[in-house]
């Protein structure tokens, strides 16, 4: 749960980030879900094991067309921490105006 004291500084949004609208699979190894790929697989050694019940469908947006709905509209980001698993390029395509 989310701490009170930064309820209205933070806002999640269930997507994820990259340079179009589109949806996608995100893939997850046995064993080390820190090791989730959007896309395709990406093992961290030969042997691993990627686990089929942890494949998603997911929905993907631009960071700039999120920014321009709702709530959060008009929202300047001041700091942006990404750990992208090598994505990192489609999100600051989607950044747009952000940057």
């Not at 589109?22 to 064993?31: D, H, L, M, V």
Request: with cysteine.
């Amino acid at each position: 749960k989310l701490d009170p004291s930064m309820q209205d500084r933070v806002v999640i949004v269930p997507t994820a980030l990259g340079g179009a609208s589109a949806t996608s699979k995100i893939y997850s190894a046995k064993n080390n879900m820190g090791n989730s790929v959007v896309g395709k697989v990406i093992k961290d050694f030969k042997g691993q094991e990627m686990m089929k019940s942890e494949e998603h469908e997911i929905p993907i947006e631009r960071m700039d067309s999120i920014l321009n709905v709702g709530a959060i509209s008009n929202t300047h980001v001041r700091l942006m921490k990404m750990d992208v698993q090598g994505f990192e390029c489609h999100v600051l395509e989607g950044m747009g105006s952000v940057l």
